[in-house]
């Protein structure tokens, strides 16, 4: 084995390893709800993060270099996934504390929550003419 042929196979070692999704998106969920808007969001965004990096390993499996001749770039693209996925698990835990704030201004007993009704909003009045609490 020459020279070349090491640093080709030790390279190629090294794209595997930081293209490999280490981070498991499902721990991206945890302590989140969905009953908020924020959980919903950050739910779809999440999940759509995912289906990409699904997507990128989907794509690099089916049109092998071999085939198709030389893809795009999906070492760099998964790279980028990846550091999208680490900033997602630094801005999860404010994320956690918005969901936690909207989880208990929505247990208020009332169709506006604490915030609305500090602010003065009055309850929802139905079709009828009566308020609705």
């Known amino acids: 084995m020459t020279r070349y042929d090491l640093h080709q196979l030790i390279q190629e070692a090294v794209r595997e390893v930081i293209c490999e999704t280490s981070v498991d998106l499902e721990s991206l969920h945890d302590g989140i709800s969905t009953s908020t808007i924020t959980g919903k969001q950050w739910f779809k965004m999440v999940n759509e993060i995912a289906s990409l990096i699904n997507e990128v390993n989907e794509f690099k499996s089916q049109y092998a270099s071999q085939r198709h001749g030389p893809l795009p770039n999906m ?56 308020a609705i609490n």
């Open 75 to 130: 070492d760099g693209a998964m790279i980028n996934l990846n550091k999208i996925v680490q900033l997602l698990e630094l801005v999860k835990p404010v994320i956690i504390g918005m969901d936690a704030i909207e989880r208990k201004d929505m247990s208020e007993n009332h169709l506006h929550g604490r915030y609305a009704q500090q602010a003065g909003a009055t309850p929802f009045e139905a079709p009828g003419g009566q």
